[in-house]
């Protein structure tokens, strides 16, 4: 049986959930920053801060696990003949949600995966969050089941295809050409934060072969937190939700073994407790992932595999990161940015206008 087989069966999914659950630990435990040990939101924040497209120093580090992701979706699904460049399906929506994703994400400080995570380390913040996602894929769901639809993406180039995994694979060099100097907060090019979470980061070659076999593993099984609570909502199947249990099962046993559970609401690393406004961001964030088909991870292991539309909005949310740093719409420990109040409540009326308006005609 090929590898693509077992990893697409039930407890393939749960496999693949255990082994990302138990590598975000250990990433956390080498250096990345604390319940951070892989975040989809935060890392293209981080990413977008490096390359100067915000200026917030503390939160500035071009992470490999990101590239790794696409390069390693982008190996596995040529390894398996899954590579299958497709584009055209309402990018400048798709480029929209996944702004407004990532603004929601930041508001409460994490992508889903992180939500999993900081509720595996003892963040007791993260249940709102996860409370918050629910229901926004809930939401989702009910324009989804009232014909909502994007359109069908189409076969493009090759060439087009291999634009994600290009762009990872150059930002790559860009690690490498200019590496952070000791004592200094820019190297060439690049952006390094020199305090923050954007400083703490595992090893480079650790973290991108992490992200490495992460990216080729999800590709392989379609591991997916949003598609596994859409897939309970809508059809009452829980192929998927298997692995996002086993995720925050072994990243807590993990987190046990490596002394980083640490319960409580009070003092956790990188989250607030406004208990509303986390449970509000992720609600915009979990609408929008719904509505553009795919967490943030999925996303990235899409446009790996040649999808040209997860690609769009990938850069959405690189984007989104931006304007969250730039016009202080994202939250810090401390809680909300001052206008990230607004941009929640806007944001949820565009995406809710975006749900409601493309139906499928006749429906």
Not at 226 to 251: N, S
Not at 323 to 348: D, E, R
Request: hydrophobic letters at 55%; charged letters at 10%.
């Amino acid at each position: 049986m090929r590898m693509k087989n077992v990893l697409a069966t039930r407890w393939g999914v749960i496999g693949v959930g255990a082994v990302i659950g138990i590598l975000a630990a250990a990433l956390q435990k080498l250096g990345n920053p604390g319940n951070m040990g892989v975040c989809v939101a935060c890392f293209a924040r981080d990413i977008a801060g490096a390359l100067g497209l915000h200026r917030a120093e503390t939160v500035q580090y071009l992470r490999p696990e990101i590239l790794g992701f696409v390069l390693g979706s982008f190996l596995a699904a040529l390894l398996f003949r899954e590579f299958r460049p497709r584009a055209g399906s309402a990018p400048i929506v798709r480029f929209i949600l996944g702004a407004f994703a990532m603004i929601g994400a930041l508001v409460f400080l994490g992508c889903p995966w992180r939500a999993l995570l900081r509720l595996a380390g003892g963040d007791l913040n993260a249940v709102l969050g996860i409370a918050g996602l629910v229901f926004g894929v809930w939401v989702g769901t009910l324009f989804l089941k009232n014909g909502y639809t994007l359109g069908r993406s189409q076969p493009t180039s090759k060439a087009a295809g291999m634009i994600m995994p290009l762009i990872a694979l150059g930002f790559l060099l860009l690690l490498f050409i200019y590496p952070q100097i000791q004592g200094k907060g820019m190297s060439g090019v690049l952006f390094y934060s020199m305090s923050g979470p954007g400083s703490m980061h595992a090893p480079l070659l650790v973290s991108l072969a992490i992200g490495l076999v992460v990216g080729g593993i999800a590709q392989q099984s379609r591991f997916c937190t949003m598609g596994a609570l859409r897939d309970l909502i809508l059809f009452r199947q829980t192929h998927l939700l298997g692995g996002v249990i086993a995720l925050v099962l072994a990243a807590f046993l993990a987190n046990l073994v490596f002394g980083q559970f640490e319960p409580g609401f009070i003092g956790q690393p990188v989250a607030h407790s406004m208990h509303f406004w986390n449970f509000a961001g992720m609600t915009l964030a979990g609408l929008a992932f719904c509505l553009a088909g795919g967490c943030p991870g999925r996303q990235l292991f899409l446009s790996g595999e040649g999808d040209g539309d997860a690609a769009v909005f990938v850069i959405g949310m690189v984007s989104g990161a931006a304007f969250a740093h730039n016009f202080g719409l994202a939250s810090s420990p401390s809680g909300i940015g001052p206008h990230g109040a607004a941009a929640v409540g806007i944001g949820l009326v565009v995406c809710l206008l975006i749900g409601w308006s493309m139906r499928a005609k006749g429906v």
